[in-house]
RNA sequence: UCCCCGGUAGCUCAGCGGUAGAGUAGGUGGCUGUUAACCACUUGGUCGUUGGUUCGAAUCCAACCCGGGGAGCCA
């Protein structure tokens, strides 16, 4: 017997079959049964009839529960009546395990709070295979990218001794005997010194953020990318940037949209997404933001309306560069040509979405990176590692982080990066 | 940390001073192919917690707890 897939059944049309799944859904009438079988492939439509199970078998086939697990062997074939186009008329229905209780997922809509405390079982819901897809296709895409630019991937430690960029919130652990250990939120420090040894590196891995924020773009724990070159200016960089977004935008519409399409996408919208992406400086965004009747003063950090209403005007993503310096981390290299910003670039990302990417050239000079470490109030001594990385062949170079989850969120066009990581960590909520 | 919104059946919600409701899920029965099937009947509740006002509180007030969205901060 031929065991499959319901994602392989087109290639067993005429066949008999076994596929091995859940119960997803069912819909019944006197003399037959419509079991909605699921299989994290697929879903099909099985026909379970009186005339074939008889009197005795036919109704236990129609008490199976939702989610309880089943073998169904049938016969593959087309029909135009069947969801998806194929349907088995199925010649044994075998329960694996029947639910010991009622299934707590309706196809009917729930609440966040109830979806969240059942994350363990909403990811076995269409929507959320979908998007668990596309997450898989993104995170495919960025390894593939940099693997065919020759970028080694280095991954950076988890725990850190220091902060990487001081402003941020940690979450402190303890390390043995009296040492205090955090999680990172970064591994940018560690890609600098990986690029000095292997040119171009990149690493990707969970990041971790002690942040109080409730909202929709944030998360206490995400995975972000970080791709460090060496001998790199900031427009390499955003170069790079564009590249690599562009990648993922062509293959996720390239692989993913039958997905897309399962999370009601308006994929219009990111075939619009083409190269070369608008780029402006923080000056003229700052002019663009007045100009559009929405005051803002020189010199602060945009907000997340001003980043919606900045990206509002383009389809693609758009490069914003040349932040004040007083608003970036104290590893930002200056601009030479104007004193008061530095080389750094963010990416936000259209429909609102927000900053996807931020990154930028490092500072290269020792003594300019002593000046501001000690500026930024940060203990020398942690840092004396990197400053080792200036005083050993220092090169002008740059990178950037890209948040994973608030990209997919983009790419899928759904509400919450809650729902773009398999099991979310948020600010009260760790559960399940 | 601050500002808004919410907590009533397993789930989604209505009710907003006078006997606790609907849809759905579960149960029973019906239906010749359903598409979140449909039709009939039916089980199911310390109305988040504590205290107060009142003849009477799910409903009004206070405090607390839990959740959601946003600000700040960030990817």
Not at 374 to 387: G, I, K, N, T, V
């Amino acid at each position: 017997m031929t065991i499959t897939t319901i994602a392989h059944l087109s290639e067993h049309v005429g066949e008999t079959v076994t596929l091995r799944g859940w119960l997803y859904n069912r819909r019944s009438s006197k003399k037959l049964h419509f079991l909605q079988l699921r299989d994290g492939s697929g879903i099909v439509q099985c026909i379970a009839t009186l005339a074939h199970f008889g009197e005795e078998r036919f109704p236990e086939i129609g008490a199976i529960g939702y989610e309880s697990s089943v073998m169904i062997t049938g016969s593959v074939r087309a029909d135009e009546r069947a969801p998806g186009g194929f349907e088995v008329e199925a010649q044994e229905v075998e329960v694996v395990a029947a639910t010991t209780e009622e299934y707590p997922i309706s196809l009917k809509e729930h609440g966040p709070d109830f979806l969240l405390s059942n994350r363990h079982l909403w990811l076995r819901s269409r929507k959320q295979v979908a998007l668990m897809r596309l997450r898989d296709q993104v995170i495919r895409s960025i390894r593939n990218f940099f693997h065919e630019r020759d970028f080694l991937n280095i991954d950076a430690p988890i725990f850190t001794p220091a902060a990487c960029e001081g402003t941020t919130t940690l979450f402190e652990v303890d390390y043995f005997d009296d040492e205090k250990a955090y999680l990172t939120q970064s591994g940018q420090l560690y890609m600098e010194a990986a690029a000095m040894a292997f040119g171009k590196a990149y690493c990707f891995g969970p990041t971790f953020r002690a942040e109080k924020s409730k909202t929709r773009r944030h998360l206490t724990e995400f995975w972000m990318v970080e791709p460090e070159m060496a001998y790199a200016t900031l427009d390499d960089v955003m170069d790079l940037a564009e590249d690599m977004l562009q990648r993922i935008v062509d293959d996720v519409l390239a692989h993913r949209r039958a997905d897309l399409e399962v999370l009601e996408r308006d994929i219009e919208k990111l075939e619009r997404v083409k190269k070369p992406y608008p780029r402006i400086s923080y000056s003229d965004a700052v002019e663009e933001l007045n100009g559009a009747g929405h005051a803002f003063e020189w010199g602060g950090d945009f907000g997340a309306p001003d980043e919606t209403e900045l990206s509002a005007k383009y389809d693609a993503p758009v490069l914003v560069h040349r932040y004040p310096q007083e608003v970036k981390a104290f590893y930002m290299r200056r601009d030479p040509d104007d004193d008061r910003v530095a080389l750094g670039v963010d990416v936000l990302a259209p429909e609102g979405y927000g900053e996807i990417i931020g990154g930028g050239e490092r500072e290269p000079d020792l003594e300019v990176l002593r000046e501001r470490i000690a500026a930024h109030d940060l203990p020398e001594e942690s840092f004396q590692w990197y400053l080792d990385l200036r005083k050993f062949g220092s090169v002008p170079h740059g990178g950037f982080g890209l948040g994973l989850e608030r990209t997919v969120c983009w790419l899928a066009g759904i509400e919450h990066v809650r729902e773009c990581i398999p099991f979310p960590r948020m600010l009260y909520r760790i559960y399940p």
